[in-house]
């Protein structure tokens, strides 16, 4: 089965190419003109957006958000942040958000851009970055963070009503109406009004009239003007009053901005909080990184190796699709910050088939059509192949995947010029300063930091301040055991998953794991969990575990954590709300669950929460701190809005307001 035979999922563009030039199979039309692509966008798109003159009048750390309707070969993407780098003030940003539903494969968008020899220096940093794309969101740090890629993979019609973003200008691009028919509807245009910032600007390559009333009905004032070369006419136009988006669940709502200066508190140097630090520090905060242990990384992010891998749902649940978006964005980190070699190695994950449940999971995976880049299934006798050792039976490939060593990556996301370490401090204390606007975090001998902003990513720690008592979170020990490699079990080229995993050696040692104990307080290494990590390893290859060492004590070494996890196995990323004047404000939903209260939800001003990532940290802490960064600067969120809201911490309030389990302490 393909990938065309399957709803929600969207296979790689098929290309023809003619005299040199890309040509969509599907839709029978060019990307781009063949007399000149080049100029053509940025007479249509640059010149009627206005964008260099509006790219120079911005204010300083100011941001502009541009969105398109078609990536295609990014061409359009290249020449704004082009002109963006040319004319904008240093410390601005520029986010550029582009919906596409056949995303070009790395080697045909490698293959177009070099059309370009003029963008070479910035379309190679995207093709650095740019790998087999996924269906769901993806998110591009380019231009060390000045520069910010949304590509939204999916159908224009289906990404767009779940976009949160205010947009200055609009790309409305995309193959000609006559070709494309199903895209150029009026829903498209009453979207790009809901999205429109007051005075955005829209520009098109089209001047159908069906485009132009379209676009007039949904608010837009609509101009024409000529065309380029020997298209007679263009589009363009603006909207001075975008129509009122109706109701909103206040409690998912953004938090106003309110903070006096760019300056923020995170407390917990994980990989959450360091993730954190990183994106706020690349927007221009000041940010004091306070963590309890005498260096970074010391709790459960400090294991030796990780693994690289999503783990997902035939039926892509809201945890599935969060995994696929952290996925691809831990790969970029990584790719950006760390070379490969001692720290982290692309070498490929193999989860086994190891039951029939398993195995019937993968089955179904395998018939939703993700690319092979991403994903392919493996019989017993290319999976041992792959992995240089004999195993029981085969599973799904993840050729992208790998293991990362996160105590490097943690160090790395926290070397920047705005961020403060103060390692060995433990914040034990908030207060808040309304007449300042601005929080303190205090320890026994005092003040830490003063700052406008609080993010708590602690793990379950975050719910020893009273603010944040009310979270439903819990502790999960961990243990996980390193082992000498031999001459034999050295032969293992990629990670292997089951019940447990083994990744190749490391400084001349395996890391293998991990326990689950619940409810359980002592972080002292035991025998016993050594004993589970090793029978673990001999179910995924018993080959790989009698090739190693006598499992002598003294043969073994291992760190034992606590993993933080919630209800939902969903990680906790956002705004803090005051949990008793949350249910005394929406304290009528306990009796009717389908009211929609028009009261702002009452937050504690500058106070957020970044944890309960559990034993995905590796996969979805790196992208939390660019949640939590565009909450706080206002920018479009990288996440669709389900999926903001579905990591949301007022989600637990609400649900146990719902289901009346906080009706007596309303009363």
């Not at 740019?130 to 269906?135: G, R, V």
């Not at 006798?381 to 050792?389: I, K, R, T």
């Amino acid at each position: 089965m393909t990938s065309k035979n399957v709803p929600g999922i969207a296979p790689h563009a098929e290309l023809a190419w003619q005299d040199g030039q890309p040509q969509s199979v599907a839709f029978g039309d060019v990307y781009f003109s063949r007399d000149s692509g080049l100029e053509e966008t940025r007479h249509v798109f640059l010149r009627h957006n206005q964008l260099e003159e509006r790219f120079a009048a911005l204010r300083p750390a100011s941001q502009f958000v541009i969105a398109e309707t078609g990536f295609g070969t990014g061409l359009n993407f290249l020449c704004a942040w082009q002109c963006f780098a040319a004319q904008a003030p240093a410390d601005a940003r520029l986010h550029f958000v582009s919906a596409e539903k056949y995303p070009l494969t790395p080697a045909d968008l490698a293959r177009a851009l070099a059309l370009w020899p003029q963008l070479a220096a910035l379309s190679t940093e995207l093709l650095e970055q740019y790998d087999a794309l996924t269906p769901g969101w993806h998110r591009f740090v380019l231009a060390e963070g000045r520069v910010m890629l949304t590509l939204m993979i999916g159908d224009v019609l289906d990404v767009l009503p779940r976009l949160d973003a205010r947009v200055d200008a609009w790309f409305l691009d995309g193959f000609a109406p006559s070709r494309n028919p199903d895209m150029w509807q009026q829903a498209l245009f009453d979207q790009m009004a809901r999205l429109s910032a007051p005075g955005a600007s829209f520009a098109t390559f089209t001047s159908a009239g069906e485009v132009r009333r379209g676009l007039a009905a949904a608010g837009f004032d609509v101009r024409k003007a000529p065309g380029h070369g020997r298209k007679r006419h263009i589009c363009h136009g603006w909207i001075a009053e975008p129509p009122s988006p109706g109701w909103q669940p206040p409690w998912y709502a953004r938090p106003p901005q309110r903070w006096r200066e760019r300056s923020a508190i995170v407390v917990g140097g994980g990989i959450s909080g360091a993730a954190t630090a990183r994106s706020l520090a690349g927007r221009g905060w000041q940010v004091t990184l306070i963590e309890r242990l005498p260096h970074l990384a010391g709790a459960a992010s400090g294991n030796p190796q990780g693994v690289l891998y999503a783990k997902l749902s035939p039926h892509l649940t809201p945890l599935s699709r969060l995994v696929l978006a952290g996925y691809g964005y831990s790969l970029r980190t990584l790719r950006r910050l760390l070379p490969q070699g001692a720290d982290w190695q692309a070498c490929g994950v193999l989860q086994l088939a190891h039951d029939e449940q398993e195995a019937a999971k993968q089955q179904a995976l395998a018939r939703l059509g993700l690319p092979p880049a991403v994903v392919r299934p493996l019989d017993r006798d290319e999976a041992s192949e792959m992995a240089g050792v004999a195993l029981p039976q085969g599973g799904l490939f993840f050729p992208q995947g790998g293991w990362a060593h996160p105590p490097a990556l943690v160090r790395r996301l926290a070397e920047h010029p705005n961020i403060a370490l103060r390692a060995g401090r433990t914040a034990l204390e908030l207060s808040y300063d309304p007449a300042q606007r601005s929080w303190t975090a205090s320890d026994e001998s005092g003040a830490l930091a003063v700052a406008s902003v609080v993010v708590l990513a602690g793990a379950a720690e975050t719910a020893q301040f009273d603010p944040a008592s009310h979270l439903p979170l819990k502790k999960i020990r961990g243990q996980i055991t390193s082992i000498a490699a031999t001459e034999q079990s050295a032969r293992l080229r990629t990670v292997l998953c089951g019940e447990g995993y083994v990744s190749p050696a490391r400084q001349g040692r395996h890391c293998l794991g991990a326990t689950f104990k619940f409810d359980d307080d002592d972080l002292a290494l035991r025998d016993g969990e050594h004993r589970e990590n090793l029978a673990m390893l001999a179910e995924l290859s018993p080959a790989l575990r009698a090739s190693l060492a006598d499992d002598a004590p003294e043969q073994l070494e291992g760190r034992a954590s606590y993993r933080c996890t919630s209800p939902d196995y969903l990680p906790l990323i956002g705004p803090l709300a005051a949990a008793r004047d949350f249910v005394d404000r929406y304290r009528d939903l306990a009796r009717d669950a389908t009211l929609k209260p028009e009261q702002a939800c009452p937050w504690l001003e500058g106070l957020y929460v970044n944890t309960a990532h559990g034993s995905r940290g590796l996969i979805t802490a790196p992208l939390s701190g660019e949640i939590l960064a565009a909450l706080l600067e206002g920018e479009p969120a990288p996440l669709p809005t389900e999926l903001m809201q579905a990591v949301h911490p007022s989600r637990f309030l609400l649900r146990d307001l719902i289901r009346r389990k906080l009706a007596a302490d309303a009363s």
